[in-house]
T-cell receptor, first 112, second 113 residues
Framework: KAGVTQTPRYLIKTRGQQVTLSCSPI?????VSWYQQTPGQGLQFLFE???????NKGNFPGRFSGRQFSNSRSEMNVSTLELGDSALYLC???????????FGQGTRLTVV | QKEVEQNSGPLSVPEGAIASLNCTYS??????FFWYRQYSGKSPELIMS????GDKEDGRFTAQLNKASQYVSLLIRDSQPSDSATYLC?????????????FGAGTTVTVRA
């Protein structure tokens, strides 16, 4: 059974640019969550999607957005990149509330 | 108050010893609790889930949950050098709020050979 797949694995972007990250969940999983991980802040919740609907959003600026498609694949977008957006972005999929969540390998974003 | 707090590390234990990790959470309505292991430069890997009060054992790992005390712990028995990693406690929020999995800051464990 394939795991959660995130693409790309690594990205280098310039300040002011935008970026789109992709996440393909485990087959049958309809919930996809996104997290930002930095050494100083740990794992921070960005948002969660279930059946194409955003059910919750973390405390991040509007530059961070996401969406989910009918096949449960999800994308997140960060516009007007700032140096502080450099982080490991992780996607996790699960069957739904209160079930186990499994992470992809992550996308390491570096903003220069 | 942070949603999920873990005992500060790093935690260094000799090979073969028991490593004990603790976690407290603030949302009394939380229903599911998880432990993840994260090696340096890798993504978190789920190692234990627990949903009801008491102990749950899986190999060398035992998770303990006490909802009244809002406390969850992880014991690693017969610690091996391969157990050296950061352990993250994660808590799913209660049924009356929107979905969110909250993480503690993590406890770094080093097993000395």
């Amino acid at each position: 059974k394939a795991g959660v797949t995130q693409t790309p694995r690594y990205l280098i972007k310039t300040r002011g640019q935008q970026v789109t990250l992709s996440c393909s969940p485990i087959s049958g999983h309809r919930s996809v969550s996104w997290y930002q991980q930095t050494p100083g802040q740990g794992l921070q919740f960005l948002f969660e999607y279930f059946s194409e609907t955003q059910r919750n959003k973390g405390n991040f600026p509007g530059r961070f957005s996401g969406r989910q498609f009918s096949n449960s694949r999800s994308e997140m977008n960060v516009s007007t990149l700032e140096l502080g957006d450099s982080a490991l972005y992780l996607c996790a999929s699960s069957l739904g509330r209160n079930t186990e969540a499994f992470f992809g390998q992550g996308t390491r974003l570096t903003v220069v | 108050q942070k949603e999920v707090e873990q005992n500060s590390g790093p935690l260094s234990v000799p090979e073969g010893a028991i490593a004990s990790l603790n976690c407290t959470y603030s949302d009394r309505g939380s229903q599911s609790f998880f432990w993840y292991r994260q090696y340096s430069g890798k993504s978190p890997e789920l190692i234990m889930s627990i949903y009801s009060n008491g102990d749950k054992e899986d190999g060398r790992f035992t998770a303990q949950l006490n909802k009244a005390s809002q406390y969850v712990s992880l014991l690693i028995r017969d610690s091996q050098p391969s157990d050296s990693a950061t352990y993250l406690c994660a808590v799913n929020n209660g049924p009356n709020v929107d979905y969110k999995l909250s993480f503690g800051a993590g406890t770094t464990v080093t097993v000395r050979a």
